[in-house]
């Protein structure tokens, strides 16, 4: 995170991981798509053969809030093939929260895991552990067939603490919800850290709410927060606000 | 060690931003510039954030010319053209700012990124509802002739908010997509470095860790020989002992012994001797491994060699009932060989092959004079021609009728301790150490040591050892 009193601005950097193919570029595509015109930047994306990322994608994300703070979002993706592992290492440097890509295909579990391990290693090489790092995980492809069935994929959830989305980032299902979940589990854990909400005389909710309202939610944000199965999200959760 | 990228990826995309001169070449600007006024006819300049000009087309304005000749009016100008310099544009984006001539300029700032990068200044322009007495710019000076000025006022471009609007829109979008394209050429650049240095440090960090990994190993591998060296030896001092004095008591030094006592004596001396054999072929075996073999080589008797060989052998074949042939070509030549070696090479190949032969069948060791690849893969640095050229050899082979030795485990039996068939060294003895000594004693000699099938039943080793000691490798 960059924080810059002077001009009252905030600069969060958020991470999308995951195996090849998982959706990592459509996830954010359908970000970009759903941001209301002004509030997201051209989507950058640096690189690519046959449609691969190389090195990786980023998308900007600007909310203004009450009392004319300015908060910066930046979206990046890792290129998810396997060799690209020291790119992803510089990509994830600094990262303020991160969302895991996960292929719902049960042909692709292995993926899923090896990549996931990759992210420990590539946190660990920062000196960071997943377990301070912001995270949630997202099942997409849930259209396909031959996919891990929403039961397991809940029933796993609920011993976890990370929270859990499912998504088709191709229709733009579940896209948004799971970024939402993300930017509040981030902004969560910095305001925590650096007491923002005091310092910049902010409301997390509102602004919160205001985000998903710029990405095209009618929803209220208890109902979108609402989306994952399992994890923590209740930092913001009405029932645990006392 | 690779250069480090001038700014890493965080500052290219989180921090300050990214800064309009450092991005856009002023040339390719002054061109986007000339494209506008080629258009509209209406001088426009970019400054950068800090006031700095960046690119300018159509100064030479000849009504503004014409003012700076008079001190009064060209004051009032220059007081205009400066305010409009430090003109901070509103929050909408736009900042309109009049001339003491009558005309107007369009301050903007101009943004990427949800930041202010630079400035851009439209004008001198007239507007529609502009007052075209042109009576306060005459009066600041009677000198001013007044229909030079009308003259050289009506030659001032003609430009309605809404035209303005446009092209000052146009000129932020154009300018914010040459922006985003040079953005993303800069942060490829800097991946591509950051990716390659990483990859580099990467491969840096794994060499180190194999180093340390292959240095113990080779440590440990010392450490190994020795041990195996050590132990042999401490091994074959009390074992000389027990078969010295084992013999001692079988011939009846100390006294006659029962026919029952000598049978357990003989026993003891024979288990004695098997296993000083086992011994020495591990004391050989580490000496190959911590390279402390020596190979006495010389002009070596070939003929010689076979001969003493199934001599020695002889016994052992006629009490298993097997024919011990040999069969050696007349006239073969002297070798480059140890003799010592050579005949423990020779030994153990027809002992083994005794062992392995059934009752009534045949042993053959032969040897003729062959031709020899040098070297079957071309040599670094070319000149294969001459250095791969045949070279004279003498071939041994030791054929037998014995169970044969499948395919797909030849080339397995010259590995140390390894048996084709682990329930036959109970049956047959041995330990599984011979044929890798003799590998790596015919290694030693720069030969080959193969293994064929002899028809109908049965197996050859065939040795093969260069006459001359080889010129290169």
Not at chain 2, 45 to 54: K, M, N
Not at chain 2, 174 to 199: Q, Y
Not at chain 2, 366 to 389: C, D, K, Q, W, Y
Request: proline share 4%; with cysteine; hydrophobic share 40%.
């Amino acid at each position: 995170v960059q924080l810059d009193f002077v001009n009252r601005e905030l600069t969060i950097k958020l991470v999308y991981y995951g195996p090849a193919l998982s959706g990592k570029t459509t996830n954010l595509q359908a970000l970009h798509k759903a941001a209301a015109p002004g509030a997201s930047g051209r989507l950058m994306t640096l690189e690519t053969r046959d449609d691969r990322t190389l090195f990786f994608d980023l998308l900007p994300l600007t909310f203004k809030s009450q009392g004319s703070l300015a908060v910066r979002l930046k979206v990046f993706t890792v290129p998810g093939q396997v060799i690209h592992s020291s790119t992803r290492r510089l990509v994830v440097q600094g990262a303020d929260g991160i969302a895991f890509i996960a292929d719902s295909r049960l042909s692709e579990t292995q993926h899923n895991a090896e990549s996931f391990m990759d992210l420990k290693q590539n946190l660990k090489e920062h000196g960071l552990t997943l377990r301070q790092m912001p995270l949630i995980i997202q099942f997409n492809k849930r259209d396909l067939p031959d996919v891990r069935s929403d039961e397991e994929i809940a029933q796993l959830a609920a011993q976890g603490r990370e929270p859990v989305y499912m998504a088709v980032a191709t229709r733009g299902l579940g896209a948004v919800e799971s970024f939402i979940g993300l930017l509040h589990l981030t902004w969560s854990a910095l305001n925590a850290e650096h007491d923002l909400d005091r310092k910049f005389g902010f409301d997390s909710r509102a602004f919160l709410a205001s985000v998903a309202e710029k990405l095209g939610q009618n929803r209220a944000l208890t109902e979108i927060l609402g989306a994952s199965v399992g994890g923590a999200l209740d930092v913001l959760r009405p029932e645990a606000a006392s | 060690m690779l250069p480090a990228p001038t700014r890493s990826l965080d500052e290219l995309t989180l921090g300050e931003g990214v800064k309009l001169e450092e991005l856009v070449d002023r040339e390719a600007l002054g061109e986007i510039l000339g494209s506008v006024y080629e258009l509209f006819q209406i001088p426009l300049r970019i400054f950068s954030d800090d006031g700095r000009l960046l690119a300018d087309v159509g100064r030479d304005v000849e009504l503004y010319t014409y003012l700076n000749a008079f001190r009064k009016p060209r004051a009032a100008v220059d007081q205009v053209i400066s305010a409009v310099k430090n003109a901070v544009p509103g929050a909408d984006g736009g900042l309109t700012v009049p001339c003491v001539s009558g005309a107007e300029y369009q301050v903007s700032a101009l943004e990427y990124d949800g930041r202010v990068i630079g400035r851009a200044i439209l004008g001198p322009y007239v507007a529609p509802e502009a007052d075209t007495s042109l009576g306060s710019l005459l009066s600041l000076d009677p000198a001013l002739e007044a229909d030079r000025v009308r003259e050289l006022f009506a030659r001032l471009p003609r430009a309605g908010a809404a035209l303005v609007g446009k092209i000052v829109r146009h000129l932020a979008s154009t300018l914010e997509l040459v922006l985003f394209s040079e953005h993303r050429a800069l942060l490829t650049s800097n991946m591509h470095l950051a990716s390659v240095r990483e990859s580099f440090r990467d491969l840096e960090d794994k060499n180190q860790k194999l180093q340390v990994a292959y240095d113990r190993l080779k440590e440990l591998d010392r450490l190994k020989s020795n041990f195996l060296a050590t132990v042999s030896h401490e091994l074959r001092t009390p074992l000389t002992s027990i078969i010295g004095y084992s013999e001692m008591l079988s011939e009846g030094l100390v006294g006659e012994l029962s026919s029952e006592q000598r049978e357990f004596v003989l026993t003891i001396r024979e288990k004695g001797e098997q296993l000083l054999a086992l011994i020495k072929g591990l004391l050989d075996l580490s000496k190959f491994e911590s390279g402390t073999m020596t190979l006495r080589k010389n002009n070596t008797d070939v003929a010689k060699v076979v001969r003493e060989v199934t001599s020695t052998l002889q016994p052992t074949a006629l009490r298993k009932d097997v024919r011990l042939e040999q069969a050696v070509e007349a006239g073969l030549p002297r070798i480059w060989a140890d003799p010592e070696r050579l005949r423990q090479i020779l030994l153990n190949l027809t002992e083994n092959a005794i062992k392995f032969t059934p009752t009534a069948g045949k042993v053959t060791l032969s040897a003729r004079i062959t031709g020899m690849e040098a070297n079957s893969i071309a040599p670094e640095g070319g000149g294969m021609v001459i250095l791969g050229a045949k070279r004279t050899a003498v071939e041994f082979r030791i054929s037998d009728t014995g169970i044969g030795i499948p395919e797909n485990e030849r080339e397995k039996v010259f590995d140390a301790f390894y048996q084709v068939d682990s329930s036959s060294t109970r049956e047959q003895g041995g330990t599984g150490l011979g044929l890798s000594i003799v590998k790596r004693l015919v290694d030693g000699h720069d030969g080959t040591v193969r293994i064929e099938a002899n028809e109908p039943e049965g197996t050859v080793f065939v040795v093969t050892i260069p006459v001359r000691r080889a010129t290169i490798g």
